[in-house]
């Protein structure tokens, strides 16, 4: 999945979310492509069957799904 997202050259965190992170609906930032937006919570909705300490974290990105906003897609990039 790594590959598939052009993300090698990322460092692995710890965490998948930060402390005290808001995700809202409509949060002023760039919107971004829908579609890899898609393609990238489907895929982590995936590992929900082998890693369910991500699970949380996984339905909070999913919501955005319709009008994804940058930070949304900072969120899932973390996760991944």
Same mark, same amino acid.
């Given at each position: 999945?790594? $590959?598939? @997202? ?8 710890? +965490?998948?979310?930060? /402390?005290?992170?808001?995700?809202? $609906? &409509? =949060?002023?930032?760039?919107?971004? =492509?829908?579609?890899?937006? $898609?393609?990238?919570?489907?895929? #982590?909705?995936? @590992? +929900?069957?082998?890693?369910? &300490? ?5 339905? #909070? ?5 319709? =009008?994804?906003?940058? #930070? /949304? #897609?900072?969120? +899932?990039?973390?996760?991944?």
């Amino acid at each position: 999945m790594i $590959k598939k @997202f052009s993300m090698e050259k990322c460092k692995p965190i710890a +965490t998948p979310i930060g /402390h005290g992170i808001q995700l809202s $609906k &409509d =949060d002023g930032a760039s919107k971004v =492509d829908k579609n890899s937006y $898609k393609s990238m919570v489907g895929s #982590l909705m995936f @590992f +929900t069957n082998i890693r369910p &300490d991500i699970q949380y974290v996984i339905s #909070l990105v999913s919501r955005f799904i319709a =009008d994804p906003f940058e #930070l /949304h #897609l900072q969120a +899932t990039k973390r996760i991944i």
